[in-house]
C-alpha cells in the first residue's frame, strides 16, 4: 500500500519520499562534482535527470551550484 510505504520511509529516513529522492540526487551531484567536475551547472543538471526549468528544477540547481562551488574550492 502506497500509504505504508511513505510513512516507513519517513520512519527510516525522517524524510518525505520526495525529500528522500532530492537528498538523494544532491548527493549524486555532489559526487559528480568531486569525480568529474561538470563543465556548467546546466550539465550536471541533465545528467541528474533535471531537463525542465520549472521553479522546482530552479531550486534544484541552485543547490547544484552550491555543491559545484564548494567543490571546485576544495
Not at 545528467?47 to 530552479?58: C, H, I, T, V, Y
Request: one cysteine or more; proline letters at 1%; aromatic letters at 2%.
Amino acid at each position: 500500500n502506497e500509504r505504508t510505504l511513505y510513512r516507513k520511509i519517513k520512519a527510516i529516513t525522517g524524510l518525505t519520499p520526495n525529500g528522500l529522492i532530492r537528498e538523494l540526487k544532491l548527493l549524486e551531484a555532489q559526487k559528480i562534482c568531486t569525480r568529474q567536475g561538470a563543465s556548467s551547472v546546466k550539465e550536471l543538471s541533465e545528467m541528474l535527470g533535471l531537463k525542465n526549468s520549472g521553479s522546482k528544477n530552479e531550486k534544484y540547481k541552485r543547490l547544484i551550484l552550491l555543491i559545484d562551488i564548494d567543490s571546485r574550492r576544495s
